[in-house]
């Protein structure tokens, strides 16, 4: 079931609109149109972020994604459903002509919100969206929090961990494989696996073994079984020969 807002909530947030529309329209900044984007656009949010914890998929602006794939649609909705939807305040309300920067700008028709808000812990957040009319429709372009940044930032720290690992592996098989192949140099017919090629029961050729004890008798025998071209690929500290295509 969508969550209601409470009318103290719904009363704060029509106060907090009508102060900043008043604001705009005292400081000769907006007219009657721009009066109503903000307006309309606001009420899209709300929705959106009280629907957010609904079971099916939220939608978003397309081209929202392509420009900013951090994030998915399902992430968004996801960590706007950590926020308690009654502590949002409104902190800035905003149209634009544009948003984003350098290849990320596009122009059109947008409106920006802020929010001072909760997490179900009772933790203080911020929490901002932007949406973008097309066709005398919203549709939610933009969206992050606290919350989210802090998920966007843990995964690229572990993509970033995990280049290093393998950047490390591959510098590991480097060096094991030209101590073999200068040993003996007509193993250089076997090159080392490319990373996306994984050791498994089915691309294995026999045993692991001490790359200082290699056979190059047994390691041929071994590539004449495969109809492609055999590999070579670490495995803790033993090197293996793959048939990537088996």
Sequence with gaps: ???????????SNTL???????????AGGCGDKQQQ???DGERFVSTWLNNSDDKQSANCHA????????????????HAAKVAPQSRKIER???LECFGDGPQRVCGEFVEIWYQSQDRLGRTIKEGAVVKRDDGTFRLYWYRSDLLFTTLATRTEAA??????????HDRLTAVYNEMVNKHSELYA???CLADVKASSTTML???????????????????????????????????TLCPQR
């Design 63 to 78: 081209y929202g994604l392509l420009m900013f794939p951090a994030a998915s649609c399902e992430d968004m909705q996801l």
């Design 206 to 240: 026999g045993t692991a073994f001490n790359h200082t004890t290699a056979d190059p008798g047994e390691i041929s025998r071994r590539a004449n079984d495969c109809a492609t071209q055999m590999c070579f690929i670490l495995i803790g500290q033993k090197i293996a």
């Design 37 to 39: 984007t903000l307006a």
């Design 1 to 11: 079931m969508a969550w209601r807002p409470p009318s103290s909530l719904s009363a």
């Design 16 to 26: 907090a609109r009508r102060l900043i529309l008043a604001v705009c329209l005292l």
């Design 93 to 95: 309300l905003q149209a």
């Design 160 to 169: 970033e961990q995990a280049t290093d690992e393998a950047d490390r592996e």
């Design 190 to 192: 076997y090159p080392p």
